[in-house]
Each structure stands twice: as structure tokens, then as C-alpha cells.
């Protein structure tokens, strides 16, 4: 077992990437890109995380108790440009891969 493996849990492996190193240790890139701290990485985590949610969600109501059949049912129906973009592409395939994923 490496140094790196925790003991117990096979094929765990308690390692950060080598292009992020822990605050105040110096580290290595490894050619794959700038060095970024911990913080800086956890900053930008946060700043992409979504703060708010405006529409409802079916999977969420269904968690708390509240099932919504509103929600899923009847199920959106497709852009008309969205529509008749699948067609033409569907059309355009070749008729021997047409439908069928597997040829044996």
C-alpha cells in the first residue's frame, strides 16, 4: 500500500491533485496548469454556485412529501425550430445506422 492510501478502504486514495496545494505549502503544478490554493479554489466554488432557485422542483416537493404531478406531467413539448431540427437531422442519417444502435 502507498504512502498516499488510506488504510481500511480499498483503492481510496487520500490525495489532492498536484495542481492545487493546500494554503501555505508549497506545491508542485506538475505541468497541468497555474497553482491554485485551497481558498482560492473553494472562492470560485462559491461564486459559480447558484444562489437562488426560482422555479419549482418536482424532486424537491416529492422529498419534502408534497408530490406535484403538475410538475412533470404532461411533459413539455419540444420548440417547434427544436421539432423540425430532430427531423432533418434523422433524415439526414444514413439508412443502415438508422434506428439501430447495434448491427449484430
Given at each position: ?90 433524415a439526414e ?12
Amino acid at each position: 500500500m502507498s504512502e498516499h492510501q488510506e488504510s481500511g478502504a480499498a483503492g481510496y486514495t487520500d490525495t489532492q491533485p498536484s495542481n492545487i496545494v493546500t494554503d501555505g505549502e508549497p506545491g508542485t503544478s506538475g505541468g497541468r496548469g497555474a497553482q491554485v490554493t485551497e481558498s482560492e479554489a473553494r472562492q470560485v466554488a462559491e461564486q459559480a454556485r447558484e444562489s437562488e432557485w426560482a422555479l419549482p422542483s418536482f424532486g424537491k416537493q416529492l422529498f419534502l412529501g408534497d408530490f406535484q404531478l403538475g410538475l412533470i406531467s404532461p411533459h413539455p413539448r419540444p420548440a417547434e425550430e427544436a421539432s423540425r431540427r430532430v427531423l432533418r437531422d434523422l433524415a439526414e442519417r444514413p439508412a443502415d445506422r438508422a434506428g439501430s444502435q447495434d448491427s449484430r
